[in-house]
């Protein structure tokens, strides 16, 4: 059974980058805008990597496995883990702690205190640059993030750590992925306000603890 399950994982992966790939190909061909290509191209990347890490046998760290960076440059942070730095500056693993949303039209409807509202379909070298310069000035923790997660947080994250990465990170700081997105976070924390703000009831779950 686990067996199939990877294979039909695999598969769907696959199915996947091919439709999107095909897609941007065809949106290039009679004319993408750059902001959109540049968006399907991110798409595709993502997707690739996913592909990759289903189909390794090794599961990959998190912040809360006590992970280091993983070969994207970040690894995921857990829900409860981004609440213990978020509400302590001495919890982070280094320096201040930077949270990017990269939710486009769905960032209504709550969002996580001190997040940095970055639109994917806007993120490009330019925002990346400015994330790079920013680093070299002093240590931070870097968490992105977008409604689940998936694509988009990843993508971003991806593309910021190579970057980071080349420029030598003086300072030694860390990437990390929200694991489950904003949907998960605003659904367990929604109505803390140390945690969440601009939150709304609808269309979120009553998963909140303490």
């Known amino acids: 059974a686990l067996c199939l399950s990877r294979i039909v994982r695999?598969?769907?992966?696959?199915v996947t980058v091919v439709v999107v790939f095909v897609s941007s190909?065809?949106?290039?061909?009679?004319?993408l805008p750059a902001g959109l290509f540049s968006l399907c191209r991110r798409v595709i990347s993502a997707?690739?990597?996913?592909?990759?890490r289903s189909s390794s046998t090794t599961p990959a760290m998190s912040a809360a496995d006590g992970g280091g960076d993983s070969e994207e440059g970040w690894v995921?942070?857990?829900?409860?883990?981004?609440?213990?730095?978020?509400?302590?500056?001495?919890?982070t693993p280094v320096g201040k702690l930077s949270i990017i949303d990269m939710r486009d039209s769905d960032f209504a409807g709550g969002n996580l205190v001190g997040a940095r509202n970055v639109p994917s379909a806007r993120f490009g070298?330019?925002?990346?640059?400015?994330?790079?310069q920013e680093a070299q000035r002093e240590p931070r923790?870097?968490?992105?993030h977008c409604m689940f997660s998936q694509v988009r947080g990843p993508s971003a994250a991806s593309e910021f750590a190579e970057a980071l990465a080349e420029s030598g990170n003086p300072h030694k700081c860390k990437v990390y992925v929200l694991q489950y997105g904003a949907a998960g976070?605003?659904?367990?924390?929604?109505r803390h306000d140390d945690l969440v703000e601009n939150y709304s009831t609808e269309g979120w779950g009553d998963e909140e603890e303490e």
């Open 141 to 144: 923790t870097y968490v992105f």
């Open 47 to 52: 997707r690739c990597r996913q592909f990759l």
């Open 76 to 91: 995921y942070v857990s829900n409860e883990v981004l609440a213990t730095w978020m509400r302590s500056s001495e919890a």
């Open 125 to 132: 070298a330019v925002q990346v640059e400015k994330l790079v």
């Open 10 to 14: 695999v598969v769907l992966h696959l």
């Open 185 to 190: 976070f605003l659904s367990k924390f929604g």
């Open 25 to 31: 190909a065809l949106f290039f061909v009679v004319g």
